[in-house]
């Protein structure tokens, strides 16, 4: 299994580090692309340094560089998770707008009919946003904004975020113990 891990600069990056973390532990090869702004946000809103997040990724590329690996659509991945998700990248994706590695390597894994997960992170959501999904939507690409659940009574952040990054683990049928499913408990 290989996966593409964008990191945009969206809230939530800590959805990323977690993916980044899990799937380390698990030894599924990553290859990370993370924009300027999720640089930023990582030291915004967790106590990580970009640098840590780097370390958990087998494999790291610039986001401008348009030349990387992750480009082109003869770079064998399984599919690409991007935690979180900013409006703007969706955008981006949705209109065919290659402007960054993650977007490009975005509209690559849908040219190749590969799954492509995007945890989308904005509230409340515009009808621009909504369209962009839509779209997006219809050409197989999973939109998965990280919704709290509460059936399994989460007690800490963490409870939460496990939760979203699982259910983009099931996506791929890999297997984790981030949360409990239904009827476990």
Same mark, same amino acid.
């Given at each position: +299994? #290989?996966?593409?891990?964008? /990191?945009?600069?969206s809230?939530?990056?800590?959805?990323?580090? &977690?993916?980044?973390? =899990?799937?380390k532990k698990l030894?599924?090869?990553?290859?990370?692309?993370?924009?300027?702004?999720?640089?930023?946000?990582?030291?915004?809103?967790t106590?990580?340094?970009?640098?840590?997040v780097?370390?958990?990724a087998?494999?790291?590329s610039?986001?401008?560089?348009?030349?990387?690996?992750?480009?082109?659509?003869?770079?064998?991945?399984?599919?690409?998770?991007?935690?979180?998700c900013? +409006? #703007?990248?969706?955008?981006? /994706?949705?209109n065919?707008?290659?402007d960054?590695?993650?977007? &490009?390597a975005?509209? =690559?894994?849908?040219?190749?009919?590969?799954?492509?997960?995007?945890?989308?992170?904005?509230?409340?959501?515009?009808?621009?946003?909504?369209?962009?999904?839509?779209?997006?939507?219809?050409?197989?690409v999973?939109?998965l904004?990280?919704?709290?659940?509460?059936?399994?009574?989460?007690?800490?952040?963490?409870?939460?975020?496990?939760?979203?990054?699982?259910?983009?683990?099931?996506?791929?049928?890999?297997?984790?113990d981030?949360?409990?499913?239904?009827?476990?408990?």
């Open positions: +299994m #290989k996966l593409i891990i964008g /990191i945009t600069g809230t939530g990056v800590i959805y990323g580090i &977690r993916m980044l973390e =899990v799937l030894n599924i090869e990553t290859h990370l692309v993370m924009s300027e702004w999720g640089e930023k946000c990582i030291t915004m809103e106590e990580h340094a970009p640098d840590y780097k370390s958990l087998t494999s790291v610039d986001e401008k560089n348009m030349a990387a690996s992750v480009s082109s659509g003869t770079h064998r991945i399984n599919g690409m998770i991007v935690a979180p900013s +409006m #703007k990248t969706l955008s981006a /994706i949705a065919g707008y290659d960054t590695l993650v977007a &490009r975005a509209g =690559v894994t849908i040219k190749e009919s590969r799954k492509l997960i995007l945890m989308v992170r904005e509230t409340p959501l515009s009808a621009i946003h909504l369209e962009n999904m839509l779209k997006l939507s219809r050409l197989n999973i939109i904004p990280p919704v709290t659940e509460f059936y399994t009574k989460p007690k800490t952040i963490e409870d939460i975020v496990n939760h979203g990054v699982g259910k983009c683990l099931d996506q791929f049928d890999i297997d984790h981030l949360y409990p499913r239904w009827g476990s408990f």
